[in-house]
């Protein structure tokens, strides 16, 4: 029982409950941009140079064969289009992750600095407390 109970308290702590809710976000808006790359970025591209469809883009190193029993082995292909999508993808995910921080550092206000406590003995250069009138360690008055 003990453990149903830890287990409760730790999945429902704010942090993990806010980390859950990021993933589920993360992962629709990567879906986002997916489209966004896939319909949207990587037609216009590709009509721009000659009407090309980087989804399409393959080396084919392989062909596909069939043996003397009739099993077929498919062809081995190397899909470099998708791989320009995928990193065009990466890269606007990555920009807008990069500009969602950059605001939220923004939004932060530095904490105000703290009053000095101490200040420094002229003679002894010691640290005493910034009311005291005497240095504890050579006497000398502080003003």
Do not use: H, W
């Amino acid at each position: 029982m003990g453990m149903v109970k830890e287990f409760k308290e730790f999945a429902m702590r704010g942090n993990v409950v806010d980390m859950a809710v990021g993933i589920i976000i993360g992962a629709a808006f990567g879906k986002i941009v997916t489209s966004l790359v896939n319909d949207v970025l990587m037609p216009p591209i590709g009509a721009l140079l000659g009407g090309v469809d980087f989804a399409s883009l393959a080396v084919k190193v392989k062909e596909a064969t069939v043996d003397a029993a009739g099993k077929t082995s498919p062809a081995v292909i190397i899909s470099y289009g998708k791989f320009i999508n995928t990193i065009l993808d990466f890269i606007i995910v990555a920009f807008c992750i990069f500009m969602v921080v950059k605001v939220m550092n923004a939004l932060k206000t530095p904490a105000p600095a703290a009053a000095p406590t101490t200040k420094e003995c002229p003679r002894c250069f010691s640290a005493i407390p910034i009311k005291a009138s005497r240095c504890p360690q050579c006497t000398s008055d502080v003003k």
